[in-house]
């Protein structure tokens, strides 16, 4: 049953990207499975972390839930106002318009995504006077503009200066604000501090946390690096190749992994590679590159890079499997504990110490 606090519900989504035909005269046309079926339930008020390597669907999925993108299939169920449930994937021109101004996104490279010929106030007041809030010009809009900026760490002074006038970090901001200003529900953060040194990092993470708390709102937050979702994410997804291998309590998850993949991105991490009980610290390594989402696997789609791999994986895809209450994982030994998985990779020379 689905909890009265589910703010989104994705099932099965799909997208698939058309590719050039191999020759004039082949009967079928080769897609791009970029997101292959997922189904995951984002709560009202948390932070949900999706992470994985570069190419492996993370802002397809992020488009594509905020229908972006067309999905090839699948629903993403929205409880809106007073607890209504919609379909958003069925929705078209105007209802979905009138959805857009709560299901809000922020993107990796916040110079590309700012107009640079628009000063940052014209850039911020767009949405809200789309939204109908405030009249372009308005002293009502001036008042909301220096209040908003003040909210996301910016001087108002700065709403005469144009993006090229600002630092990396002080552009992110006012992305946030451009996105905030328009008082959204659920923020999708592509990858929103990775182009950001570490302190400013930390800063930008603190204020999304601040104003999550003080505006109500809840984040799919989006990045290929494990240690900022492990901070900013009560609960997480790990992903491969178009589909989610793992799913649960952040702390769970990075306390213990059970997806082979999962062991393996973890052991990377510095900050987590203490030895258990006296052992020296195991970064496990990953031979290979993540296959093609034109032409996946037969099987697990991990197979054959997985210091796990039995004849089966290569066959049988593994279900994402509820293994413990809330942690989820697709493998055929899931139920294989993490210290004995590290200890497998370790005898097959996967691990370094
Ligand atoms: N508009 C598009 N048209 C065709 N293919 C696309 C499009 N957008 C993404 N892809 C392909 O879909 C796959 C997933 O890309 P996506 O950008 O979602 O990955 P990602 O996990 O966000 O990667 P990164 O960490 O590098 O941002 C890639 O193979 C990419 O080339
Ligand atoms: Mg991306």
Do not use: W
């Not at 909301?144 to 996301?152: A, F, N, S």
């Not at 494990?226 to 178009?242: E, F, K």
């Not at 059970?258 to 006296?278: D, N």
């Not at 789609?301 to 509820?322: D, W, Y």
């Amino acid at each position: 049953m689905q909890s009265t606090q589910t703010l989104l519900s994705v099932k099965s989504l799909k997208k698939h990207f058309p590719l050039p035909k191999k020759s004039l005269f082949s009967r079928h046309r080769p897609y791009l499975r970029a997101v292959e079926g997922i189904s995951l339930d984002i709560q009202k008020g948390e932070t949900f972390g999706l992470v994985g390597e570069s190419g492996c669907g993370k802002s397809t999925f992020g488009r594509t839930l905020l229908q972006l993108y067309k999905p090839t299939s699948g629903s993403v169920i929205y409880r809106g106002k007073e607890g209504e449930e919609v379909d958003i994937t069925a929705l078209k021109g105007k209802e979905l318009r009138a959805l857009r101004r709560e299901l809000q996104i922020i993107f990796q490279d916040p110079y590309s995504s700012l107009n640079p010929r628009m000063t940052v106030g014209q850039i911020i007041e767009e949405g809200v006077a789309a939204h109908k809030f405030y009249k372009k010009g308005s002293p009502q809009m001036q008042v909301y503009l220096t209040e908003i900026m003040q909210k996301c760490g910016l001087q108002p002074y700065m709403l005469n200066r144009y993006p090229h006038q600002f630092s990396g970090g002080q552009r992110q901001r006012v992305c946030i604000a451009r996105a905030l200003a328009v008082k959204p529900k659920f923020v999708v953060c592509d990858e929103c501090v990775s182009a950001l040194d570490l302190s400013v990092q930390s800063q930008i993470l603190n204020l999304l946390n601040d104003l999550k708390e003080r505006e109500g709102l809840t984040y799919l937050f989006i990045s290929h690096d494990l240690s900022v979702v492990r901070y900013i994410s009560q609960r997480l997804a790990v992903m491969y190749l178009g589909k989610i291998v793992e799913m649960g309590e952040a702390e769970q998850v990075f306390s213990n992994p059970l997806h082979p993949y999962t062991v393996a991105l973890i052991s990377a991490i510095p900050s987590m590679q203490a030895g258990k009980e006296g052992k020296p610290p195991q970064k496990i390594l990953l031979s290979g590159n993540m296959p093609s989402a034109a032409n996946p696997p037969k099987g697990c789609p991990f197979h054959a890079r997985c210091f796990m791999a039995q004849e089966c994986c290569q066959r049988i895809p593994a279900p994402l499997k509820e293994v413990k209450t809330g942690h989820f994982v697709s493998c055929h030994f899931a139920e294989i504990p993490t210290e004995e998985k590290r200890e497998i990779a370790f005898k097959k020379g996967k691990a370094k110490t």
